[in-house]
């Protein structure tokens, strides 16, 4: 049913966002039926959290959770293997790409995944992503369901380029793609900023909605009826990303834990990336700002940094585990972004710099739901090449002289 005017008004009164209707008089009938709408539908109530932010990170207790490291996995491999081909090749194995976000250090307008890293050729994100998948195909000689999130920013272009691509040689009976949600991004005093007279200003609500997306697009009847009982979780960016990767796979069930978490070693005690730990004695992981100089230093029972293994955004969780805490809340996270709005003569601006929050939860928080968790070391220098920047750390230039160093032709 539609919203009035009257019950919108009421609502932002509520939540002090009168300023929205800024416009509403200028708009016609169906535009300003538009905003009601989408004001109806938009969770205020998160907003007030960014008066109150310091209270949204409080962590427990934090001890190591050893991981498991380069010469066991090799020791093992073959038998971890054996398993994890055995999983994929009886359809257990299911892979999710998280490409909602917007990509904004990265600058370009279009989704990441179509980024052209190539230099001599045509090489896109997505296109290294499904090579590597196709690797694994190869060997299990299996084909893997592809779960693809997009959001309401870059659905479209997202599936009209990877139709247009053929999928990259991907089987498309095997691609299914969903939409996540929206939340409103507002300025530093939480007030909603409008992307358009009559459109509040809107951003993807962080990766940590993933699975009930998947759930609300419909997807879990895939699931069921595959008899899909792992998903493998990986970010877009990171083109020497290593999904479903069958040594893992085999290593996460051998060890009868329900996640499975890629981790690397830090490049430096304050390098910056989140680190598995134990939170009150549950699987964690600490944000490298949440790193106090004292866990920083530790060192476990070998005498080894206690807290030096990275997540790289590649997660393998168990079904089960998944549907068991679906309806339950993650922390909110309020981060600062660069925001497009209307200044006050209503004109669009663009902005250079963070002007604002937008409201996310995230996937690596779904870890401390999860009652085991098995950090799993790959090597840094053929498995992440994260692309977050055009230039310096984590950018195209130095995930192009990874993909080289891995024998990919760019
Ligand atoms: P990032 O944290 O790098 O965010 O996402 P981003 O939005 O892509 O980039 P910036 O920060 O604006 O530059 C890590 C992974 O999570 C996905 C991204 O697509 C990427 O694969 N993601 C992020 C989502 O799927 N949805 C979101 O709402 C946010």
Redesign the pocket.
Known sequence: MSATLSQVKEKLAKYGQEQVLKYYEELNPREQQELLDQIDATDMSILDACNHKEDLVKKGVITPLAAMQLPEIEANKAAFTATGLNAIRTGKVGAV??????????GSDNP?GMYNVGVNRELYIFECLVNNLMDVVKQADAWIHLFV???DKNHEATVNFLKEHDFFGYNADYVHFFM?EMAAATDYNGKIYLEGKGRLST?????G??FISMQRAGLLEVVEKEGIEWLNV????NVLQRIADPCFVGATIEKNCVVGAKVVKKNAPDEKVGVMCLEDGRPSIVEYYELTEELMNAKDVNGDPAYYFGVI?NYLFKVQELIRVVEKNLPLHI?E?KIPYLDENGELVKPEAPNGYKF?S??LDMIHQMDSCLPFEVVREKEFA?I??KTGIDSVESARALLVKNGVEV
Do not use: I
């Not at 951003?203 to 990766?207: A, I, L, T």
């Not at 990986?234 to 960016?237: E, G, Q």
């Open positions: 790409l998280l490409a909602g976000g917007m990509g904004t250090r990265l990441k999130m997009t959001s996540q951003s993807p609500n962080g990766n909605g993933w990986f970010a877009v960016d955004l981060v972004k996310e995230l996937v994260p977050k920047n």
